[in-house]
């Protein structure tokens, strides 16, 4: 091949990227909503990191004369039952709800895409096995699975983090898996096995860019179902467990004091339903800007 | 049809099968097991005598055999820590969470269905967005943080309803009692499941809306609403079956978290009482016991689903 062939090639191939990443943006750009939403939390992510910057007040000092007080100069949101100013607590709790949130999604969406795609790939005798557990794992009340692996395990952060992963690895697994069946029997996909590209390298190179956007969605609804699962176990006492604030387990405390100040028990569960909000507003716009037509 | 049902029985029982291994395995191989749990506030020999009258120093194979077997003849074995047979403990509370899923499963399809076709009737109209800001609300706000506001609006500023328990004290457990108590949990539970309903509703109206017959329906000259009930509505309701499988896996898993924040008394409740106390036999057969319903549910609903549609059958 000539080099002015070659260039010729190259010169098309730029085009052709360039005129997609141009749909991509125009199609990005009918998602206002999906745009707010991601605005949202990367505000709310600025807020619980680097908020404590600005705001030094320490999240777990108790202050025994200063119980239950209304919102002060000193303490904009008011002081809980051990007189902890609430401002300090719900950015705490949010570094460990968002982290919790963020890591068990990484936890699910990984085991999900692993099992999924080996899965769909493969078909077989893995398949059948991999589904069947799938199944199982559907089976069982994610909330009661969850109290097991917690009973048995204990609630250590991480376990906290692994265990809500597992809650969902299989609703990921069997969106992956029906993404790589699909993709699995296209043309591309014979021709770099005829190629002879190895398994691996299909699977990685040419299948998984393929699912993707898919799994984006995925993890984006996935996180704000972790944040929801991770507050529902922590308002229990079986999550993230105090002093350490998570947004969850501010609200254990709180529903004791529901006659008294209503407000403790307002503010985490107005920060948790924002996020959890943008999070799932995100996943739908994503939706639409990778598959239009749905 | 026969076979169809046999095979659906037996892939039932496969994975319920597969749930007892998970479940119990996930215990009893974690580092200590059920052993840590009847260490504190016991004296060496007290240990002893409970290991032994546990079972707990027979090899963990051994150990499921005899749960295994004692299970499917309907002896859960003995709460750690209420020393009641499991059994009798989960029959007490599974009335109260069936009542409650009940109600929340009936609220939430009839709410699911009535916002579902307003939206797909209405498509991309103002109604439309309502009904899927209300539906990504249901999908976001957690349920316990909604019964939470829920108590203090309802129970503790307008003092309407009770803000927990099934029955008041003073109330002699009249239906109309019941009932007051019943409406706070099973409409939040209802709230948080309905999103699922709504957005299968939505899109299997769209979906039956572009068929043939429909078209034909309407190019006929009938009125939009014969239409939709006598034509669109009856083959959208098919993919609206398949979801109540779902919702009902998502009841198990919101009225663990809803029953406590209402001092419900049912299965929820005693799993995490028993998570908290680590009583492990209860919340095997809890757990168990959730997903026995959830097996049995998905099977009614697949023979449903099999009965309306005979093309299911013949997979």
Redesign the interface.
């Known amino acids: 091949m000539s080099d002015a062939a070659g260039s010729l090639i190259q010169a098309g191939k730029d085009d052709a990227r360039k005129a997609q990443r141009a749909r991509f943006w125009r199609r990005v750009r009918r998602q206002p909503v999906g745009i707010v939403a991601l605005a949202v939390l990367v505000l709310l992510a600025a807020a619980v990191w680097l908020g404590p910057l600005a705001y030094r007040t320490a999240p777990n000092r108790t202050d025994a004369r200063n119980i239950l007080k209304a919102p002060t100069a000193a303490h904009p949101l008011g002081t809980d039952e051990l007189g902890r100013d609430v401002l300090a607590r719900v950015l705490a709790g949010g570094r460990v709800s968002l982290s919790v949130g963020l890591l068990a999604m990484v936890v699910g969406l990984a085991i999900g895409t692993l099992a999924g795609g080996l899965a769909g790939y493969f078909r077989g005798r893995v398949e059948v096995v991999v589904m ?2 799938v ?11 969850i ?7 204990g609630n250590h952060p991480v376990t906290v983090i692994v265990t809500v992963g597992i809650g969902f690895w299989a609703q990921m697994a069997r969106v992956v898996h029906a993404e790589f069946v699909k993709v699995r029997g296209f043309e591309f996909v014979e021709a770099a096995r005829a190629l002879g590209a190895t398994h691996p390298r299909t699977m990685l190179r040419h299948v998984m860019p393929q699912v993707v956007p898919q799994a984006i969605v995925l993890a984006s609804l996935g996180v ?1 179902w972790a944040i ?1 699962t991770e ?2 176990l922590s ?4 999550g993230i467990q105090p002093p350490l604030a998570s947004w969850g387990n501010m ?1 254990q405390n ?2 004791s004091y ?2 008294l100040k ?1 407000e403790l ?2 503010y ?2 107005l920060f ?2 924002a996020t ?2 943008a999070f ?2 995100l996943g ?1 716009a994503l939706r639409d800007v990778f598959d239009p037509r749905g | 049809m026969t076979a169809f049902i046999v095979r659906r029985v037996l ?1 039932g029982v ?3 099968w ?2 007892s291994v ?2 119990f395995f ?2 009893h191989l ?2 200590g ?1 059920p052993s840590a749990a009847i260490s504190f506030d016991s004296t060496a020999e007290q240990r002893e005598a409970l290991l032994k009258q546990f079972g707990l120093y027979d090899p963990p194979l051994v150990r499921y055999g005899k749960w295994i077997v004692g299970t499917v003849r309907g002896d859960l074995g003995v709460s750690y820590n209420q020393g009641l047979p499991v059994g009798q403990l989960l029959m007490q509370r599974l009335p109260n969470t069936l009542t409650l899923g009940l109600a929340a499963l009936v609220a939430a399809t009839l709410l699911g269905l009535l916002l579902g076709t307003l939206a797909a009737v209405y498509r991309n109209g103002w109604v439309d967005h309502v009904v899927s800001t209300i539906s ?2 249901g ?7 909604l019964g ?2 829920a ?2 609006l309802f129970a ?1 500023q307008l003092r309407w309803l009770p ?1 927990s328990g099934i029955v008041s004290s003073s109330g002699a457990g009249s239906l109309v009692d019941r009932l007051r108590h019943l409406v706070l949990p099973a409409g939040v539970l209802a709230f948080t499941l309905m999103p699922n309903v709504v957005r299968v509703t939505r899109s299997a109206l769209l979906e039956v809306n572009r068929a043939d017959y429909v078209r034909t329906a309407k190019g006929k000259g009938l009125a939009p609403g014969t239409v939709l009930f006598k034509h669109a509505f009856k083959n959208a309701l098919v993919p609206v079956l398949a979801v109540l499988g779902l919702v009902t ?6 009225s ?2 809803i029953e ?2 209402f001092g419900w008394p049912g299965l ?1 409740r005693l ?2 009482e ?3 106390g ?1 009583d ?1 036999p209860v ?2 057969g ?2 168990l016991l ?2 026995l319903i ?2 049995v549910v ?1 099977l009614l609903v697949d023979l449903l689903y099999a009965a309306v549609d005979p093309r299911i059958r013949h997979e």
């Open positions: 069947r557990l199944d199982v794992f559907m089976a069982i009340p994610n909330f009661f699975l109290l097991v692996v917690v009973t048995a395990f704000g929801l507050a529902g308002y229990l006492g079986l609200l709180a529903q529901l006659w209503p028990a307002i985490p569960g948790i339903a959890v909000l799932n507003v739908n | 892939m496969v994975v319920l597969l749930v998970v479940t996930l215990i974690a580092p097991g990504t609300l999908m976001s706000i957690p349920g316990f943080w939470i506001v108590i203090i503790v803000a896996t998502a009841l198990f898993s919101g663990v978290v406590s924040v929820g799993a995490i028993a998570a908290n680590r492990y919340i095997l809890a757990t959730a997903g959830v097996v998905n």
